[in-house]
């Protein structure tokens, strides 16, 4: 049914491209001459476009200059007549970007222009909800829309996948969650919502989890190797060593990207509070304006985790994420999304910045140190 839209559809629109896309066009530019980066290796790339895939150098200019300014796969680009080299780049939809490991005051760009990021981890050892909230608040930073992939379900037993998926489900807002079996066929129709035509999807998970393999079973066949992992610690090898966008069949691209052994935060911490909300919230009813969660006496969140609604490992790696965003500096947008997003919000979802009479004890305030 879909296969004739497919067929008449341009190979731009199954790349992603659209409105926000092309009216960025001037008028002596044309669709003849955009192209997506599908893949970088070193300084070389390739630019899938109407004329098929062509390989240039990443432009020495951009190279100096700021990493957001740099393409990274999924940027669109427009280029010479030649199909040469790059002319320009064209403004983000969203962007994914990570801290760069070597230093803490740069960013690394990890692939543009997603519509979803699946966040993938397996049901073993590897599971750890601390990280799933690292990475929500990476993929939310991005602008685009999380998706949680719970692995190899087929070798845990059923009351740790039920448990693991129903925890996942409280980390953000409806946050889709999802157990599956990443070899099998019908995966990929269980996936299918997120990976219609013209939508952008890049798996994100440390090495082993089994992106590549959902990657192979979304494609329907071997695109991209996939590598046995250690039983001892559920550690994977690193056997994906570069990013590169493939084309599925129903129409969408798929990104794998490499299994980061170091996944630090932009400057987010306007999103890492958005991840943890349900504390934020708390936060407004504590006594004290400057609560600290610790010993203050009549501290809601203190009482939230003495009544199970929330939990000691929960505040613990939200005060740890935020710890990580003050020694990072401030925060940036990397495209216009993330500025509207980070705008002043209209009430309904944002909070005072300060209560104003207090919280249940008459707004006291307490010195700090
Ligand atoms: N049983 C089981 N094995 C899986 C599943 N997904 C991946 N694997 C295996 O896990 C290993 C690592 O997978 P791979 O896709 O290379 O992981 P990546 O490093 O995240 O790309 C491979 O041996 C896969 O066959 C799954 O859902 N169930
Ligand atoms: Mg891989
Ligand atoms: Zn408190």
């Avoid at 995966?187 to 090495?207: M, N, P, Q």
Wanted: aromatic share 6%.
């Amino acid at each position: 049914m879909q296969t004739d839209d497919m067929q008449k559809d341009s190979i731009l629109s199954t790349l992603g491209w659209s409105e926000h896309f092309s009216q960025q066009l001037s008028e002596d530019e044309t669709t003849e001459h955009v192209g997506r980066v599908s893949s970088i290796h070193a300084v070389l790339m390739n630019v899938w476009g109407k004329f098929g895939k062509v390989q240039m150098p990443l432009p020495g200019n951009w190279l100096g200059g700021k990493a957001e300014a740099k393409p990274t796969v999924g940027d669109w680009l427009v280029l010479d007549k030649n199909k040469q080299y790059p002319v320009r780049m064209l403004e983000r939809k969203t962007v994914f970007v990570r801290r760069s490991p070597q230093n803490e005051k740069t960013v690394q760009l990890v692939a543009a222009n997603l519509d979803t990021v699946f966040i993938v981890s397996s049901l073993n050892h590897d599971f750890s909800l601390s990280r799933l909230e690292r990475y929500l608040a990476l993929a939310i930073q991005s602008g685009a829309q999380p998706v949680i992939i719970l692995t190899k379900a087929d070798e845990a037993n059923q009351s740790f996948v039920g448990s693991c998926v129903a925890d996942a489900k409280t980390l953000y807002q409806n946050v889709p969650v999802l157990a599956v079996d990443g070899r099998e066929e019908r995966t990929a129709t269980l996936l299918k919502d997120w990976c219609g035509h013209g939508h952008s999807i890049a798996l994100v998970g440390s090495s082993g989890v089994g992106k590549s393999t959902l990657i192979n079973t979304m494609m329907k066949e071997e695109v991209t190797l996939t590598g046995a992992i250690r039983d001892a610690d559920s550690k994977g090898r690193h056997t994906t060593s570069s990013r590169t966008l493939y084309l599925m069949p129903c129409g969408g691209t798929i990104m794998d990207v490499p299994g980061f052994r170091e996944l630090q935060l932009p400057p987010c911490e306007e999103v890492v509070k958005e991840v943890f909300h349900d504390i934020q919230e708390l936060i407004e009813s504590c006594a004290f304006v400057d609560c600290q969660h610790d010993q203050e006496p009549d501290c809601a969140v203190q009482q939230a985790i003495a009544a199970g609604k929330l939990t000691q490992r929960r505040l613990d790696n939200y005060h740890k994420l935020l710890e990580e965003q003050a020694r990072t500096g401030t925060e940036r947008t990397y495209t216009k999304r993330q500025e509207r997003q980070m705008a002043p919000r209209p009430k309904t979802g944002g909070r005072p910045r300060r209560r104003s009479g207090g919280g249940k004890k008459g707004g006291k305030k307490k010195k700090k140190k």
